[in-house]
């Protein structure tokens, strides 16, 4: 059984930080492309940010020199630093694990950022 659980949201105060994780069973995580999500009422999940296989990054331009997207293989879990937090990154934040074939998702946790 696949399992992606996601932790590390909350309410921060703007400029503040996060560091989301989650930590991935049911999978070999190393042969996964794992991403970060984010979803606001009324619009379509967004891609963040994304690591592959071999540890390349890429960003969307809303957390580009903001957030940091890493992995650690050894413990199957992949984060998301996000520091100098804005407002309107408001939303529930969700997991993904990807390869050919499959594609998989957390149950997302909050992240607020308070003006």
């Known amino acids: 059984q696949v399992q992606l659980v996601e932790s590390g949201g909350g309410l921060v105060q703007a400029g503040g930080s996060l560091r989301l994780s989650c930590a991935a069973s049911?999978?070999?995580?190393?042969?996964?492309?794992m991403g970060w999500y984010r979803q606001t009422p009324g619009k379509q999940r967004e891609l963040v940010a994304a690591i592959t296989t071999d540890g390349s990054t890429n960003y969307a331009d809303s957390g580009k020199g903001r957030f940091t997207i890493s992995r650690d293989n050894a413990k199957n879990t992949v984060y998301l630093q996000m520091n100098s937090l804005k407002p309107e990154v408001t939303a529930v934040y969700y997991c993904n694990a990807y390869r050919i074939g499959y594609n998989y998702w957390g149950q997302g946790t909050q992240v607020t950022v308070s003006s």
């Open positions: 049911g999978i070999i995580f190393r042969l996964n492309v």
